[in-house]
């Protein structure tokens, strides 16, 4: 079974509660106003601090193409982490490849031709209608 998972009032950057989402609205606004300066380590630590993370199984890609990538839980967590952040988050494609960084704007931006990063290349090929995942990644804390 596949299901997407969207924002919700609850896990909302403009809901109120008590893990502190105005600092989590204020980090980004941050990452909105200077995606150039974006890291993805700062993003993975960003998450950790407002997000329980529950290994989920993902696939990226057009379910009718072969080169859908396959992530089964447990592995690829920062990709996992980051598009279900960006998807509880509402951000829009261009936001989310800025998640991810230097992978993004030197590996892959810098080196279009390799296959390395392939979530990366493939969300920047199929954007949110390839993402789904098999079950919820990401929990507000409390």
Not at 15 to 30: D, Q, R
Not at 39 to 64: C, H, K
Not at 75 to 92: P, R
């Amino acid at each position: 079974m596949i299901i997407t998972v969207t924002a919700n009032v609850d896990t909302d950057i403009n809901s109120s509660n008590s893990s502190g989402s105005s600092g989590l609205s204020a980090e980004i606004t941050t990452l909105k106003k200077h995606p150039e300066k974006i890291e993805f380590d700062r993003v993975i630590q960003l998450i950790a601090q407002y997000y329980d993370y529950m290994p989920a199984r993902f696939t990226n890609g057009s379910r009718d193409d072969e080169d859908s990538v396959v992530n089964e839980a447990g592995t690829n967590e920062g990709s996992c982490k980051i598009f279900a952040f960006a998807q509880i988050q509402q951000f829009d494609e261009q936001l989310t490849l800025n998640c991810f960084g230097r992978y993004y704007r030197d590996d892959v931006l810098g080196f279009p031709d390799r296959d390395d990063h392939a979530n990366i290349r493939n969300f920047m090929k199929y954007g949110w209608p390839g993402i789904a995942f098999e079950s919820c990644a990401l929990k507000a804390l409390s």
